[in-house]
């Protein structure tokens, strides 16, 4: 399905539209002009709604153009009007019917998390003016099963999934009552984020935004993400590539930014110390820095 292309927005202004995913759904989009054409789209983790561009959105739009969506049923799309079409590849074609609805520029994809694989499945399926990728705390798949290290995740999945579709309400009520500051207690108190570098401010937004998705949603997106992997074409991929990671990144290990920046032949990697799995909130001026520098030995910003 073809979208309309929005018109471009005035320089340095927000316009907030919407693009139609190949099903019908809609997604939710914001895109700023820039000094540049180049626009840098910025795609998210599972569950996240923008939150970990907090500072990029601005911080990029310095150099070049930024556009953002929200997946289907995140944020302010709508839930998938095929509730089939929730994997990975589903989200790159919709990222692939953004990329049209705001002009078809030139880009550079940028993914976090989940993000991550949704970009590179996006380039595997139109290459086509993307000029470089930006890959923050992701991983090129599998997630499930190195997810804090493990493959237990990868185990209980499909019991959560049998639970939630037996007990949606019961769930319901369960996830839509999990305390904000007690979420972000926990998270501190197991070193998924670091209190010292990051504000609870900055990650409000985030637990915020998970209570209202839907959990077996949200399970079965998570079991497809763990099903899918872009590690047999990370070898062919011939734009220049950024890997940021965190050394202390238990979501995804950074020992999987290195294996995936060995496989990629026009990779760089820049691994964060002391970093966790909100690297671009905890360490926004190196991210930026490193960022900006990649962009430019790109010759894609001055």
Known sequence: MTTRKTPAPEPGSVHE???????????????RSGPSPLTAVLCDGLVCDGFIYKYLWDDLARSLSVAHFNYRGHGRSATPVDPARIDVPAHAADLDAVRQHIGDPEVVLVGHSLGTQVVLEAYRQRPDKVRALVLLNGSFGRVTYTFKGSDLL???LPNMIDFASRHPKLLRALWTRLPVRMALKVAELTGDIDAKAVS?????????????????????????????????????????TLIVAGSRDSFTPPSVS???????????LDLIPGGTHVVPLEQRQRVIEKVEAFLRKANLIG
């Open 258 to 268: 290195e294996a995936m920046a060995e496989m990629m032949p026009n990779a760089t």
């Open 17 to 31: 539209s919407f693009a139609l995913g190949p099903d019908g759904t809609r997604l939710y989009v914001r895109s």
């Open 154 to 156: 990868a185990n209980v």
């Open 200 to 240: 609870a401010e900055d990650m409000e937004p985030y637990f915020r935004h998970a209570v209202h998705v839907d959990f077996e949603m949200f399970v079965r997106m998570l079991r497809h993400a763990g099903e899918h992997s872009a590690e047999e074409f990370l070898g062919s991929i011939a734009v220049p």
